[in-house]
């Protein structure tokens, strides 16, 4: 039983670029949170999916943009990229209705480097 | 906007010694959860809380919610060497749907 995949585990970008990172959730789950963690910090929320709908946001610009497809896979976007972009981007995922509250199972990341 | 502050920032203990670490809010949560998190890895749930003053064990952890829903501690007793990492509080100011807020972690050193 797979677990949270994402992809790519590195890349480089430089300022104003655009990228798109990726996640596939745990069999069984269906809903996807994204997270931001800079160095040396906590997760930040970024946003959540559940039934191809944005559900929840944090507080994180528009230049952060995300989906979700009918198989519950995910993608995160992000725009104009600036330095303050570096950071490993977490995907979690859980199960809506028959999930334990509070638990997300979290993927390695994609650590996103800006020059 | 919503804050959970953990303390100590960082932990250099002896193994076998006992651990405690705590986190903080001005706010009232209905959930408290511990994750910890390995070098290149995601977090992993250790404990989850739902009541006001449950004290909840897994293993050689303990966790508790405070009576006040503002705080939460942590402990593991007998620390062995894969106890190392980073240890997150988070919390749900919400019902079961709501965000997972985390805290900026407590990280664990055990010298030889």
């Known amino acids: 039983d797979a677990g949270v995949t994402q992809s790519p585990t590195h890349l480089i970008k430089t300022r104003g670029q655009q990228v798109t990172l990726r996640c596939s959730p745990k069999?069984?789950?269906?809903?996807v949170s994204w997270y931001q963690q800079a160095l040396g910090q906590g997760p930040q929320f970024i946003f959540q999916?559940?039934?191809?709908?944005?559900?929840q946001r944090g507080n994180f610009p528009d230049r952060f943009s995300g989906h979700q497809f009918p198989n519950y896979s995910s993608e995160l976007n992000v725009n104009a990229l600036l330095l303050g972009d570096s950071a490993l981007y977490l995907c979690?995922?859980?199960?809506?209705?028959?999930?334990?509250?509070?638990?997300?199972?979290f993927g390695e990341g994609s650590r996103l480097t800006v020059l | 906007g919503q804050q959970l502050n953990q303390s100590p920032q960082s932990m250099f203990i002896q193994e076998g010694e006992d651990v405690s670490m705590n986190c903080t809010s001005s706010?009232?949560?209905?959930?408290w959860l511990w994750y910890k998190q390995d070098p290149g890895e995601g977090p992993v749930l250790l404990i989850a809380?739902?009541?006001?003053?449950e004290l909840t064990s897994n293993g050689r952890l303990t966790a508790q919610f405070g009576i006040t829903r503002k705080d939460s501690f942590l402990n593991i007793s007998a620390s062995i060497p894969s106890d190392v990492g980073i240890y997150f509080c988070?919390?749900?100011?919400?019902?079961?749907?709501?965000?997972?807020?985390f805290g900026k972690g407590t990280r664990l050193h055990i010298l030889p």
């Open positions: 979690a995922s859980s199960s809506y209705l028959t999930g334990n509250t509070g638990e997300l199972f």
């Open positions: 069999s069984g789950h269906d809903t």
């Open positions: 999916y559940y039934e191809e709908e944005e559900r």
């Open positions: 706010s009232i949560f209905n959930t």
């Open positions: 809380l739902y009541k006001a003053g």
């Open positions: 988070a919390g749900q100011l919400g019902d079961r749907d709501d965000k997972i807020i």
